[in-house]
């Protein structure tokens, strides 16, 4: 099993609806959560960390459930702009330092 | 504006020819890294360096080498490289070691033919 798992979609979302995808982890001692997005053929950028109590920023709502080790993203009024793939990033926290893994990205793409 | 350079941004090179990947960065962050990112694996480590003189082994590491001789460089060397070595590299660097942003290049796609 992989550590970080995503639907790879695509998820075609007609623009102004709501989409809404999740991530699994496996390891749950993983204690920091984050999706970067990544526009095609360009690097990653971070969109937004999750925290444990939820949060949301503009359109972008992230959320994080422990108990079934999963996050998630939902986008409300969908742009074409938004189009794009959606990493997560998980964080275990080790005394060496941070490891960051990622997940294979889920695309979306938002359509008139 | 700081910023984190890779070059070059397109490679092409033969089996079994050494390669190397720069990456500079201007943050003056201490954390410098190095990713690959093939269709159905995501963004794998290769390697990692915490700072100057310090590298460590990611989880993709067999074929290649780093060295960190100052802040801001962080060379990736393919030895000799290999078909399974064509992928699209990504240098980053963040700012602690326990944060979870990254600040990424703009890639270098390599080609080993």
């Known amino acids: 099993r992989k550590e970080v798992e995503q639907d790879p979609g695509p998820f075609n979302v007609p623009e102004g609806a709501t989409v809404a995808f999740n991530c699994t982890y496996s390891?749950?001692?993983?204690?920091?959560f984050f999706w970067y997005r990544q526009d095609c053929r360009k690097e990653p950028k971070l969109l937004m960390s999750?925290?444990?109590s939820g949060n949301e920023d503009g359109r972008f709502t992230a959320q994080l459930n422990r108990a079934s080790q999963y996050i998630s993203l939902l986008i409300r009024d969908s742009k074409l702009s938004d189009s794009a793939t959606y990493l997560c990033?998980?964080?275990?926290?080790?005394?060496?330092?941070?490891?960051?893994?990622f997940g294979g990205g889920t695309r979306v793409l938002v359509k008139p | 504006d700081a910023e984190i350079t890779q070059s070059p941004r397109h490679k092409i090179t033969e089996t079994g020819r050494q390669v190397t990947l720069a990456c500079h960065q201007t943050?003056?962050?201490?954390?410098m890294f190095w990713y690959r990112q093939d269709l159905g694996h995501g963004l794998r480590l290769i390697h990692y360096?915490?700072?100057?003189?310090?590298?460590n082994k990611g989880e993709v590491s067999d074929g290649y080498s780093v060295s960190r001789s100052n802040t801001e460089d962080l060379p990736l060397t393919l030895e000799s490289a290999a078909s399974s070595q064509t992928s699209v590299y990504f240098c980053?660097?963040?700012?602690?070691?326990?944060?979870?942003?990254?600040?990424f290049g703009e890639g270098s796609r390599l080609t080993v033919l």
């Open positions: 980053a660097s963040s700012e602690s070691q326990n944060t979870g942003e990254l600040f």
């Open positions: 943050w003056n962050h201490n954390n």
């Open positions: 360096s915490y700072g100057v003189h310090d590298t």
């Open positions: 390891n749950s001692a993983s204690q920091s």
């Open positions: 999750v925290y444990s």
């Open positions: 990033v998980v964080n275990l926290i080790k005394a060496a330092g941070n490891k960051l893994t």
